[in-house]
């Protein structure tokens, strides 16, 4: 807030309690979570001695490990094809006009509010009249697994992608990418050179967001995958459902470490953004 | 647009046919950049949503399965049965108190935040950031195990001399575990609202006599009120869809609708009911967010 009036008396000790409150609120939990992760304890909140076993049992655990495999492949691939997808889509809206723009403009923003749960049933249901369809057609003996969880988070990826890249085309001015027009320089070369490299942060940001939803979900992971295929947020929530053991707090700290790990890495990004 | 008139100064001259032409080719190179997103959210998300309101039509045979013929609209009927009307009251109620308790406590944290110095403020909203960006799911886990059997939260009450209160599988935990995992998402955008503010606006309602409550009612809250909305609307919508929550914190008595959507399909097997239900939940949050874009809200 511009010219803001620094609260005083009672207001300012409320608001000063209230944020005080309102941090402890989001970090208590979780530093309580990685505390109780290294506890020698069968129950999950006691605490019962110095241990690393959990994080042991979660090496020797094949089930977890091929789980965080099949997570980290698919988080990758998702996020190359969405950041393409979606970094084209951001260009044609915000530099282009054609036919259709505003279906697709709104076309592209249902994925973003759509409910999980939603989604989830729409993809259920699509593969499976669709992988029935090309099983009948081709013979093939499609499974979900790999390919369906893939294409579903592209779907919701892609649209939040054009976001962030749109929100960066749309604060940049257009001059220098027609200077370089005015210079003889061709569409490709003056995107190339100029738009891109300006670009690049949001790209960044949005690949790091595509990244961190994918191994996030559960919902539509869930419905969409096989049997016999899982990431490991599903795993995590079958094991939860069955009944909590301190296996699940070594597993959700390690989850909890690589996405602040991302979030670390976006920070950096936006620093050497802002110093460059 | 601009691109196409700095262009001209290239040509030699700019008749209307090549004025024309040049959109032309704008238009279809804009186009097939669109395309392949555009093919894309066809085949993988149109197409599934029209297979869902086929779905919502059809008739659940003895079996489990579904017949896709004999259309009707019984699954949309049933909705208006006692149980199905709970859950969805249910849903809602625990939805919009999950929202007025972030706003209530986003509010003044908002403000508060848009006091700070620049430096101090952006510490400060890293430390908003980072939950934000952080595993839903394992957020609301670390509720379970503080919650759970002789975890902490018991032994802060039996500290504080209150006894043993089991908060685990009630609604006051789900609605707990919705705050704690949403709230980020009311802080943002309220800041956001509040920093634009001009702090001068509240200087002078103040020397104009006004206390405290009236510069907050007649000032403050107006201006700030596209964040509120926004705000609102980000918490809400998650909320009354919420799944991972209901399923970690609460009990067989707190089914909401999202469960209960997904319960159609892995375990009730009734497609179409659940494809009525999931076409339902959609529509209100259809229209939320037209509401929301109405009001002049930009960001999602």
Known sequence: ?276 | MRKRESSEHVVEVATPEFEKSAQKKESRRGLLMALPSYLYLILFFVIPLGIVLIYSFATRNRFGGTDLSGWNVESYERIAEPIVRTILFRSLWLAILTTVICLVIAYPFAYYLSTRKPTIRNVMLVFVMIPFWTNFLVRNYAWRVILGNDGPFTKVTEFFGLGTHELLFSQKAVVLGLVYGYLPFMILPLYAAIERIDGQLLEASRDLYGNGWQSFKNVLLPLSMPGVIAGSILVFVPSLGAYVTPEILGGAKTTLLGSYIVTQFLTARNWPFGAALSFVLMAVMLLMTIIYFRKGGRTL
């Open chain 1, 1 to 276: 807030m511009s010219n803001a009036v620094e609260p005083r008396g009672l207001s300012k000790i409320g608001l000063q309690i209230n944020g005080w409150l309102v941090y402890l609120f989001f970090y208590a939990p979780i530093v309580l979570l990685v505390i109780f992760s290294f506890s020698d304890s069968r129950n999950v909140g006691k605490w019962g001695g110095f241990t690393l076993s959990w994080y042991e049992q979660f090496v020797d655990s094949s089930n977890a490990r091929n789980a965080l495999e099949n997570s980290i492949k698919i988080a990758i691939v998702v996020t190359i094809i969405s950041v393409i997808l979606g970094t084209m889509s951001a260009l044609a809206l915000e530099r282009f006009t054609f036919k259709g723009k505003r279906v697709f403009d709104a076309l592209l923003y249902l994925p973003i509010i759509i409910p999980d749960v939603t989604m989830a049933v729409m993809l259920l249901l699509f593969f499976g009249e669709f992988f029935e369809v090309l099983d009948n057609l081709f013979g093939l003996q499609l499974r979900k697994g790999f390919w369906s969880i893939s294409i579903s988070h592209i779907a919701f990826n892609i649209s939040f992608v054009s976001v962030v890249v749109r929100a960066r085309l749309a604060g940049m001015s257009t001059h220098l990418e027609e200077a370089a027009v005015d210079l003889y320089a061709s569409r490709w070369k003056a995107f190339r050179y100029v738009t891109f490299p300006q670009i690049l942060p949001g790209i960044a940001g949005g690949a790091l967001l595509a990244m961190t939803l994918s191994l996030d979900d559960v919902v539509i992971t869930q419905f969409v995958a096989g049997p016999g295929w899982t990431t490991l947020p599903v795993y995590v929530f079958g094991l939860i459902r069955k009944g909590v053991t301190p296996l699940i707090n070594s597993i959700s700290v390690i989850m909890l470490l690589s996405s602040m790990l991302l979030v670390g890495l976006s920070l950096l990004a936006e620093r050497t953004r802002r110093g460059g």
